[in-house]
């Protein structure tokens, strides 16, 4: 304690007096940090290689809950996708919007029979998938890791109602 | 002398409330005490024997009613199971995998007008095989639990189709 023994604003700062302001303070900050990292940029770690190379497995994101509220969802968005609740999410990449037909040929992804440039696919992939069109009020989401045979990846259209933000980076 | 006094009975109202709490559990905790005992059931933390894995399987099929209706497109299960089918799974799963788990999250339990639980949650299983390889499944599940002989046990089990290919 010695060395802060000439610097009262900083001892003050780093051991304030334990009184009613201070407690109202740290109360005012708690609140505010679980509302702001609740409901606005909700801290989470990746698990699984779906979305492998763009998010690696065990790397650390925030999630901007409110971005859906104020835009719809755009091709080439990363979403979180909510199951029962938001403790586990899917993270996926929308690659086709309500109306539009997808389809995978020879690991090509077409959309309304167009090849897509996906830079973010980095490895092989061999799918082939029949062309299917997306319903009214759904996205079409898929993983960036396409390496993996077609039956073991989690995609397909979701409800928008799902999407429930998008990682801040 | 009279803040201790004070603080003791605090305390002593705070206990006994909490173990009445604990020893009479509402309805919903019942249902949720099932899920936690199934994944506690279902957790597999190294290399067990065949008397181990078919006790532990048995244990399992007790979770479920005799007759249980299963939907689980992504298992090709859609059907009526048997406690001993799912007690021929369970022991299949266990000897494939030499570490697994199972577990719930945003469990949400409301009661029908007939007394049956509908039980939502997530469920995320995770293992990994004897040839070292490892796998993690996330779905939404969909359940009916009924009281039977006391106990909830699961009638009908849905993987609800989140993703739609």
């Known amino acids: 304690m010695r060395i802060l023994e000439g610097h009262p604003r900083l001892k003050a700062f780093l051991f304030p007096p334990m009184n009613a302001a201070f407690l109202i303070r740290a109360s005012a900050v708690a609140l505010f940090s679980a509302l702001f990292f609740g ?4 801290p989470f770690v990746v698990r699984g290689e779906s979305m492998d190379p763009t998010y690696r ?3 650390f994101h925030f999630l901007l809950r409110p971005y859906y509220l104020f835009s719809a969802p755009e091709r080439g968005d990363v979403v979180a996708v909510r199951l029962a609740g938001e403790r586990v999410l899917l993270l996926k990449r929308v690659v086709a919007l309500a109306g539009q037909e997808v389809s995978f040929r020879g690991g090509t ?3 309304d ?3 897509q440039e996906e830079p973010y696919v980095k490895g092989p992939c061999d799918w082939d998938l029949p062309p299917r069109r997306v319903e009214a009020g759904k996205v079409y989401v898929v993983g960036d890791n396409r390496s993996v045979p077609m039956e073991q990846h989690d995609f397909g259209q979701v409800s928008v109602h799902r999407l429930v933000g998008r990682p801040l980076w | 002398m009279v803040t201790a006094r004070r603080l003791a009975a605090a305390c002593a109202v705070l206990a006994v409330g909490w173990g009445l709490w604990y020893a009479f559990p509402t309805r919903a905790r019942q249902v949720k005490r099932v899920f936690k005992a199934l994944s506690s059931a279902a957790e597999k933390d190294g290399p067990e024997g065949a008397v181990v894995m078919a006790a532990a399987a048995r244990k399992i099929s007790t979770f479920f009613a005799p007759e249980c209706r299963v ?4 298992y090709r299960l859609s059907g009526t199971v048997s406690r001993e089918d799912v007690m021929r799974y369970a022991f299949a799963a266990r000897e494939r995998a030499r570490v697994s788990s199972l577990r719930f999250y945003d469990l949400r339990v409301v009661f029908g007008p007939e007394g049956d639980a509908v039980a939502e949650a997530t469920v995320r299983l995770e293992g990994t095989s004897e040839a070292g390889d490892s796998w993690r499944e996330v779905h939404e599940i969909r359940c009916v ?3 039977a002989d006391g106990e909830w046990v699961f009638a009908e089990v849905v993987l609800v189709d989140v993703l739609e290919r």
């Open chain 1, 39 to 42: 409901f606005v940029l909700r």
């Open chain 1, 57 to 59: 497995d065990g790397t």
């Open chain 1, 109 to 111: 992804l077409f959309v």
């Open chain 1, 113 to 115: 029979g167009v090849a």
């Open chain 2, 71 to 74: 939907e689980a497109e992504a």
């Open chain 2, 145 to 147: 639990l009924r009281k």
